[in-house]
């Protein structure tokens, strides 16, 4: 049955090569997914030599566990090294007929990227941003074809996570549209369309927990007390955990985003900011028991 929303799959565009802008965290785990999975060429690139270098060395890595582990086999596992490759030239990106940027959350950088990278492609390219609360339209405002860009939204950890986020804009159309939706399938991930909203529909319901958590946190319930009093929900991770698995920063950035957009409805935490220069929330003794860093008063607000 196809998804709500989701136009005809036939016109959905071959991929033969895909370009994946950005080498950190979230790039390099969907690079190697979409190796593993389309078994295309995929090339990276970011800001320097040094970023690109990380990025492959963690998806080699993560190729070697897979072998290791006895997931795919040793010609697969060099298959895939094969097919992964890094750059620092943007003309590399040339051949690609899929894009996708995960680079730093800010909108002018994430449409600078895409501009730069359109001087190269073909007009038939389809581009896509892993944005977690920016404006997929707005993304796409300074582009000569606003037309291909379409939001696309793993979450972490991408290999085990099932859901993209496929985020149409009033300027989308129904080619990347489809395209995106029968990629997310050959990925193995379920896909739904969300309207092009701060936070989609995931981050905007994880939003309001965190920035829940932190704000009971800012105001004095004692660090154990939030973090484990959703433990009988049997949910997989704290929030705090989670948290820390987002990444502080990102964390910080998405509760920031969704308080611009709806000040009266969501929570921004200048505490946030200050652990995630600290760079940790939570501290694992060897044991992995978690020691809270704030162990303030002992009741719920
Ligand atoms: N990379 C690859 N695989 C991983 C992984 C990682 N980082 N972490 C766990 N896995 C795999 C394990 O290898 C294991 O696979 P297997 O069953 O095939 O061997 C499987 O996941 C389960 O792992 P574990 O048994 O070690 O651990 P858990 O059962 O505790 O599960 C978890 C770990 C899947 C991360 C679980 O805790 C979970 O689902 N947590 C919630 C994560 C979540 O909500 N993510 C969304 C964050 S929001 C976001 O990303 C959006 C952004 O825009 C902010």
Same mark, same amino acid.
């Given at each position: 049955k196809r998804p709500a929303g989701s136009p005809d799959p036939r016109i959905a565009r071959?991929?033969?090569?895909? /370009?994946?802008?950005? $080498? /950190?965290?979230?790039?390099?785990?969907?690079? *190697?997914l979409? !190796?593993?999975? *389309?078994?295309v060429p995929v090339v990276i690139t970011d800001l320097d030599q040094a970023r690109v270098d990380k990025g492959l060395a963690y998806i080699t890595s993560e190729i070697d566990k897979l072998s290791e582990r006895g997931r795919i086999s040793s010609d697969e596992t060099n298959r895939l090294k094969a097919l992964i490759s890094g750059t620092t030239e943007k003309s590399d990106f040339a051949d690609c007929d899929w894009v996708i940027? $995960?680079?730093f959350e800010e909108l002018s950088i994430k449409q600078d990227v895409f501009a730069e990278i359109e001087q190269y492609i073909s007009p038939e390219a389809i581009l896509a941003t892993n944005t977690s609360s920016l404006? !997929? %339209?707005q993304i796409g405002a300074t582009l000569k074809h606003p037309e291909r860009l379409v939001g696309f939204h793993f979450f972490n950890p991408v290999a085990v996570m099932p859901l993209i986020e496929v985020v149409? @804009?009033?300027? @989308?159309n129904d080619e990347s549209l489809s395209t995106a939706m029968s990629t997310a399938k050959k990925l193995g991930k379920t896909a739904v369309i969300t309207r092009d909203t701060p936070g989609f529909v995931v981050n905007r319901i994880l939003a309001k927990l965190l920035g829940e958590a932190m704000h009971? +946190?800012?105001? /004095? @319930?004692s660090f154990e007390v939030v973090n484990h009093a959703l433990d009988p929900l049997g949910l997989p991770m704290t929030p705090f955990e989670l948290l %820390? +698995? !987002?990444g502080l920063t990102v964390g910080a950035h998405v509760l920031d985003t969704h308080h611009a957009a709806f000040p009266d409805r969501f929570y921004r935490s200048d505490n946030l900011h200050k652990l995630a220069e600290h /760079?940790?929330? *939570?501290?694992?003794d060897g044991a992995g028991k978690v020691k809270g860093i704030d162990r303030g008063a002992q009741k719920i607000i």
């Open positions: 071959p991929i033969m090569k895909v /370009g994946v802008i950005g $080498a /950190g965290l979230m790039a390099s785990q969907f690079a *190697l979409f !190796v593993r999975r *389309l078994r940027e $995960a680079v404006s !997929v %339209e149409r @804009t009033p300027r @989308t009971a +946190l800012d105001n /004095g @319930t %820390e +698995l !987002v /760079g940790r929330l *939570l501290d694992r």
